[in-house]
């Protein structure tokens, strides 16, 4: 495998350049990227357990569990441990290496993140990676999280900082920056992406991808989510995302971010299995398994079973040695 310089200084011109590509051109680049730096039919699994569920104070327009939008989601507590153990067996069984418990709060208050420490531990030792999403961290939280041994923490920049204000008003850009920011300083793993279908230009997904990349490292683990469009949302009636669009952002995204982990994230219930076959190709490598997402439907593992069996692909039985 070739030691590839990683680059951190994108010009936005070269990344449209890319976008712009012909499609089999991008594609092909992509998938040679994708070849040089991982085994190009392995896939890695992650399960997603929400561990408290809405009433979120947040306004993020996608959301179905902030406390403004009428979803009809049935809000839950934090999860005992033993619940979120049992999950995590489970998950284990079903061929996941990495457990995401995700909490729809602002940021964790109080003696909260000491009882997720407490479930990170655990969850290690099952011998499971662990990543939480709990929102904004400053540099004390971070530390009783890397304290418990997590390995990856979960902050998206979700869109290009110029349409962010569009999506969310109740934290900026600047902030989920800084969370990401205490994180690396942290020395823990981060994964950071965004969402694509939320009624977002071409240029924006230029400037999200292009912002990822220069951070200073490269998030090990990029989400791309296409939008799932909950009822009772801001964005419940967006138009559905292009999937040639779709697959075209990860592809770039691979290229720019040659050995970080590319994740076809939430949005596959609604995406053929030609398109996701597409995504792989492009050189998405990572997905979330299991038949729930935090609180959307996901594909079920039966579907996902097949459609590796269809695509010739392998569950990743450990993290592979290629990811920085
Ligand atoms: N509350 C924490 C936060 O926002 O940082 C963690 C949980 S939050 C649900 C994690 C991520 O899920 C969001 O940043 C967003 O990218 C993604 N997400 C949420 N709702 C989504 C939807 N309807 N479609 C696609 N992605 C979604
Ligand atoms: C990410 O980028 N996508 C995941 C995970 N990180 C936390 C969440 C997707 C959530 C989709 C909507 C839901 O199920 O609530
Ligand atoms: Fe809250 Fe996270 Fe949903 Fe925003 S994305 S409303 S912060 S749970």
Redesign the pocket.
């Known amino acids: 495998m070739s030691q590839q310089q990683l680059r951190h200084d994108w010009r936005r011109a070269e990344v449209q350049a890319l976008f712009e590509m012909p499609f089999n051109d991008l594609l092909y680049q992509a998938q040679s990227v994708h070849r040089r730096n991982f085994q190009p039919n392995q896939v890695q699994l992650s399960t997603l357990l929400s561990i408290k569920t809405g009433a979120?104070p947040?306004?993020?327009a996608y959301?179905p569990?902030?406390v403004r939008y009428d979803t009809g989601l049935q809000r839950e507590p934090l999860m005992a441990l033993d619940q979120v153990l049992e999950a995590a067996s489970r998950a284990k069984q079903a061929g996941a290496t990495r457990f995401c418990m995700g909490a729809?709060w602002?940021s964790p208050k109080g003696k909260d993140l000491e009882r997720v420490a407490d479930m990170v531990r655990e969850v290690r030792a099952l011998g499971l990676e662990t990543c939480a999403t709990l929102?904004m961290l400053d540099e004390q939280q971070v530390e009783v999280l890397r304290e418990a041994g997590l390995d990856y923490y979960n902050h998206n920049l979700d869109t290009s900082e110029a349409f962010y204000g569009e999506i969310?008003t109740t934290r900026t850009y600047e902030d989920r920056l800084n969370t990401l920011e205490h994180v690396r300083q942290a020395g823990m793993k981060v994964c950071c992406g965004g969402i694509i279908g939320m009624g977002e230009s071409r240029a924006d997904r230029i400037e999200l991808l292009r912002t990822l990349a220069n951070l200073p490292e490269h998030p090990q683990s990029v989400p791309i989510n296409q939008l799932v469009r909950v009822k009772g949302t801001p964005l419940a009636n967006q138009e559905a995302a292009d999937p040639i669009e779709f697959v075209r952002t990860i592809a770039v995204a691979r290229i720019l971010m040659p050995r970080s982990y590319v994740r076809l994230s939430a949005g596959r219930t609604e995406m053929s299995d030609e398109t996701q076959a597409l995504c792989f190709l492009a050189g998405a490598n990572s997905i979330f398994g299991g038949d729930k997402l935090l609180t959307t439907d996901n594909p079920e593992l039966n579907a996902d079973q097949q459609l590796f069996g269809r695509l010739g692909l392998e569950v990743e039985a450990a993290p592979g040695a290629a990811a920085s």
């Open positions: 979120c947040e306004d993020c959301c569990q902030s729809a602002r929102g969310v």
